[in-house]
C-alpha cells in the first residue's frame, strides 16, 4: 500500500492536533544499580530506601527499578534479585538492552569507556544482551546503541519500525505509531530515537515511522 499525500496530510494534522505525550511501555532497562555507582550491592538498597514514596527524579531516578513511576519495594525486590545472579529476564520479564550505564539519557562513548573499565565480573550491571554473562557481545550492544541502531540485543533483529513484527512496513505500523501517540495503545510504536525509543511517544515517532513507510528509514541498522 502506498501512503497517499492526503493520509498523510491527515497523519499530520492528527499530530498537530493533539498534544499528548503518551508514556509508552518499552521494556524497561531494569538496571539493579540503583545509585548509579556500577555496582549491585547493599548500597543500592539504600538508595531506594531513602527514595521510597517519593518522585523517582534527579538521584532517584535510577531507583525506579522497573520503571513504573514510582520508588517501592518491588524495586528493591528486583535488585535482590539481579544480586543472586537472576537475569533482566527472569527478574523483570525481558531484557531491557541497558547500556546508559552513567544515565545520562544517551548511549555515548562515555558508557563505553565505563563498561571498558567496570564490566569485568560484573554481569549485574553489564550484561546488556541478558545472557547471563559479560563478554564481547555485550561490548558489540553497547557499540551498537552509540552508533545509533535499533535491536541492538536481538540476535535476529527484524525490520524498523515493524512494529507487529510481520517482515514488512505496512500502513498497520504506522497506525500503531498513532495510537501509542494519541492513547498508548500500542507500545511498540516508541520507535525513536533508535537504540530502543525513549519511552515517550511523540512526534519525532511518528516522522520516523513515516519516513520508513516512504522506504527511508532513519535507523537501518544493524545490517
Known amino acids: ?3 497517499s499525500r492526503g493520509l498523510y496530510v491527515s497523519v499530520l494534522a492528527v499530530v498537530a492536533l493533539s498534544t499528548a505525550r503518551v508514556e509508552a511501555g518499552k521494556t524497561c532497562a531494569c538496571s539493579a544499580d540503583a545509585n548509579v555507582d556500577y555496582m549491585c550491592n547493599n548500597n543500592d538498597f539504600t538508595r531506594i530506601s531513602s527514595c ?3 518522585s523517582p527524579v534527579g ?7 522497573d520503571c513504573d513511576g514510582d520508588v517501592d519495594a518491588t524495586d528493591g525486590n528486583i535488585v535482590n534479585c539481579r544480586i543472586f545472579e537472576g537475569s533482566p529476564v527472569e527478574c523483570c520479564g525481558a531484557c531491557g538492552c541497558h547500556a546508559d550505564f552513567n544515565r ?23 550484561d ?9 557481545s ?16 536481538n540476535p535476529n533483529p527484524g525490520l524498523y519500525g515493524d512494529t ?14 498513532l495510537d501509542c501517540f494519541v492513547s498508548g495503545t500500542c507500545p511498540n510504536g516508541d520507535i525513536w530515537p533508535c537504540g530502543g525509543g525513549d519511552k515517550v511517544c511523540d512526534l519525532d515517532d511518528i516522522l520516523a515511522i ?14
Not at 210 to 223: A, H, I, K, N, S
Open 104 to 126: 545520562d539519557g544517551a548511549v555515548t562513548e562515555d558508557d563505553l569507556s565505563i563498561y571498558d573499565d567496570e564490566s569485568e565480573g560484573n554481569p549485574c550491571v553489564f
Open 128 to 136: 546488556v544482551n541478558c545472557d547471563e554473562v559479560v563478554n564481547d
Open 52 to 54: 521510597a514514596g517519593g
Open 138 to 153: 555485550d561490548r558489540e550492544a553497547v557499540l551498537c546503541q552509540i552508533d545509533g541502531c535499533s535491536d541492538c540485543c
Open 1 to 3: 500500500m502506498t501512503l
Open 210 to 223: 513515516l519516513d520508513t513507510f516512504q522506504g527511508f528509514p532513519p535507523c537501518p541498522c544493524p545490517e
Open 59 to 65: 538521584v532517584c531516578a535510577p531507583a525506579d527499578v
Open 164 to 177: 507487529d513484527d510481520n517482515g514488512v512496513i505496512d500502513i498497520d505500523d504506522v497506525l500503531c505509531v
